[in-house]
């Protein structure tokens, strides 16, 4: 990862993540609406619902020793270390949100079998065969090179160990390139959300064939969370979340001012939010 591509998505957590937590709570992605989006259901029950969802789509029924990839301020993380009485990792690269996800794991009673640092994705300090799920909650976007994160999270997986992700994807483009309009819709979700590119599902599915993972799945939730990004907007200019923008600084700032950006790239299906799971 480059150091200037490594330090704007450093700052921009470590600007957005206090204010994220102040009008959102602990769970810094996406809710699930119903498989067909129409489910009106309270925020951040409908993050919530999102893990679930994705724990009964990949069949995972108990875990022991989980990575968080990608952790933001420890909320997948906690949440599964709760339920599965078991231990849990998560790596951010923001030093703010890892400092966060502590405090919170002491708040919840959970420091004794949870932890957070900072580090790489593309270069986890972690030996391999450590995890028996692995679990990446919208972060492959963030990562230059697909490949070599996705090869990281094998690497570190037990046999028999379970990967999920879910991650932020562009259309198939098999069949249609993407066009000029549609490839300056993504640079600019990229310069705001510190993005160096998406890549489809497919795209995904066969770097997965690649490492090789078994019993690959693939899914396409883009219209179960799309609503999301509306609610967001509703939120995010309350005067408390209009206060709070501008003692986060301009990175923040315009991260909520660019919100619909999402939307609308959903909207002409542009954007989906893909899914892979399989096991070692």
Same mark, same amino acid.
């Given at each position: 990862?480059?150091?200037?591509?490594?330090?704007?998505?450093?700052?921009?957590?470590?600007?957005?993540?206090?204010l994220?937590?102040?009008?959102?709570?602990?769970?810094?992605?996406?809710?699930?609406?119903?498989?067909?989006?129409?489910?009106?259901?309270?925020?951040?029950?409908?993050?919530?619902?999102?893990?679930?969802?994705l724990?009964?789509?990949?069949?995972?029924?108990?875990?022991?020793?989980?990575?968080?990839?990608?952790?933001?301020?420890?909320?997948?993380?906690? %949440?599964? &270390?709760?339920?599965?009485?078991?231990r849990?990792?998560g @790596?951010?690269?923001?030093?703010?949100?890892? !400092?966060? #996800?502590?405090?919170?794991?002491?708040?919840?009673?959970?420091?004794?079998?949870?932890?957070?640092?900072?580090?790489?994705?593309?270069?986890m300090?972690?030996?391999?065969?450590?995890?028996?799920?692995?679990?990446?909650?919208?972060?492959?976007?963030?990562?230059?090179?697909?490949?070599?994160?996705l090869?990281e999270?094998y690497?570190?997986?037990?046999?028999?160990?379970?990967?999920?992700?879910?991650?932020?994807?562009?259309?198939?483009?098999?069949?249609t390139?993407?066009?000029?309009?549609?490839?300056?819709?993504?640079?600019?979700?990229?310069?705001?959300?510190?993005l160096?590119?998406?890549?489809?599902?497919?795209? %995904?599915? &066969?770097?997965?064939?690649?490492?090789?993972?078994?019993? @690959?799945?693939?899914?396409?939730?883009?219209? !179960?969370? #799309?609503?999301?990004?509306?609610?967001?907007?509703?939120?995010?200019?309350?005067?408390?979340?209009?206060?709070?923008?501008?003692?986060?600084?301009?990175?923040?700032?315009?991260?909520?001012?660019?919100?619909?950006?999402?939307?609308?790239?959903?909207?002409?299906?542009?954007?989906?939010?893909?899914?892979?799971?399989?096991?070692?």
């Amino acid at each position: 990862m480059s150091t200037t591509l490594y330090q704007q998505i450093q700052q921009f957590y470590d600007a957005s993540s206090g204010l994220w937590e102040e009008i959102w709570g602990e769970h810094m992605h996406h809710g699930f609406y119903g498989a067909d989006g129409t489910k009106k259901k309270d925020r951040r029950q409908a993050q919530i619902d999102l893990i679930e969802e994705l724990l009964n789509w990949a069949d995972v029924k108990t875990a022991t020793n989980i990575l968080d990839v990608g952790c933001g301020i420890g909320g997948s993380s906690l %949440y599964l &270390a709760e339920k599965f009485h078991a231990r849990a990792t998560g @790596i951010t690269l923001s030093p703010v949100q890892a !400092a966060r #996800a502590t405090e919170r794991a002491q708040e919840m009673l959970l420091n004794l079998r949870s932890k957070f640092l900072v580090a790489d994705a593309q270069a986890m300090p972690f030996a391999d065969d450590s995890f028996d799920l692995v679990w990446s909650l919208e972060s492959g976007e963030h990562m230059p090179d697909k490949t070599k994160f996705l090869q990281e999270c094998y690497r570190v997986l037990k046999p028999g160990g379970t990967l999920i992700m879910a991650t932020w994807c562009h259309r198939a483009t098999d069949e249609t390139p993407l066009t000029a309009d549609e490839q300056k819709h993504l640079q600019d979700i990229y310069r705001v959300y510190c993005l160096p590119y998406v890549i489809s599902l497919p795209e %995904y599915e &066969a770097i997965a064939h690649q490492l090789p993972l078994k019993n @690959i799945r693939t899914a396409d939730w883009s219209v !179960a969370v #799309a609503p999301f990004w509306n609610i967001v907007i509703d939120s995010a200019f309350t005067p408390s979340a209009i206060f709070g923008l501008l003692r986060s600084g301009w990175s923040t700032i315009q991260g909520a001012l660019a919100l619909g950006l999402m939307g609308r790239g959903y909207e002409r299906g542009l954007i989906k939010f893909g899914l892979v799971c399989g096991n070692k």
